[in-house]
């Protein structure tokens, strides 16, 4: 399998583990990259898309978008970017990430908060150090190293993260 379908089956994954976990029931509509849910009144609202974008500016002027893997929009243009990427031997992925993570930082402060989630499940792919120091733009840097990512007790550490992110903005 192509690494991009790992890195959507991961976010199918997480998508449907964060709408049990933080999602308002009965608001789950698409799949896939159109996959979005409404997120819990009791949490403060918001909305949680699969590859959601945002925009920044480069000193030219010029407008790029980011499309990031799981955007959580929250009241007040507030927003919890969350990057997947699976195994990796690339440097070039997570130096891409990071280089629109800067930008996105700079132009919106903390107003945002990013969350860069590294899968290893085997003894190949960068360095989870490597991929830590190269991903420095992003608030959070969760390494989960397993052989078993459909293990949902893996995910409970970052899914705790990603709740009480949204509590607190």
Not at 52 to 60: K, N, Q, T
Not at 120 to 136: M, N, P, V
Request: charged fraction near 25%.
């Amino acid at each position: 399998m192509a690494a991009e379908k790992y890195e959507e089956s991961l976010r199918e994954l997480l998508v449907s583990v964060l709408y049990a976990r933080v999602g308002e029931e009965g608001t789950m509509m698409g799949e896939g990259k159109t996959a979005r849910f409404e997120i819990k009144k009791s949490l403060g609202g918001g909305t949680c898309k699969a590859e959601g974008s945002l925009d920044y500016v480069l000193p030219s002027g010029r407008t790029l978008s980011h499309k990031n893997d799981i955007l959580i929009s929250l009241p007040g243009k507030r927003y919890l970017a969350i990057e997947l990427k699976w195994v990796s031997n690339v440097t070039d992925q997570f130096k891409a990430r990071a280089y629109d993570m800067l930008h996105l930082k700079q132009a919106m402060g903390n107003k945002l908060c990013s969350i860069m989630v590294y899968l290893k499940t085997g003894g190949g792919g960068l360095s989870t150090d490597l991929a830590k120091e190269i991903s420095y733009p992003f608030d959070v840097f969760f390494a989960l190293e397993h052989r078993e990512p459909q293990n949902p007790a893996i995910w409970v550490p970052l899914l705790d993260r990603i709740e009480a992110e949204i509590a607190e903005r």
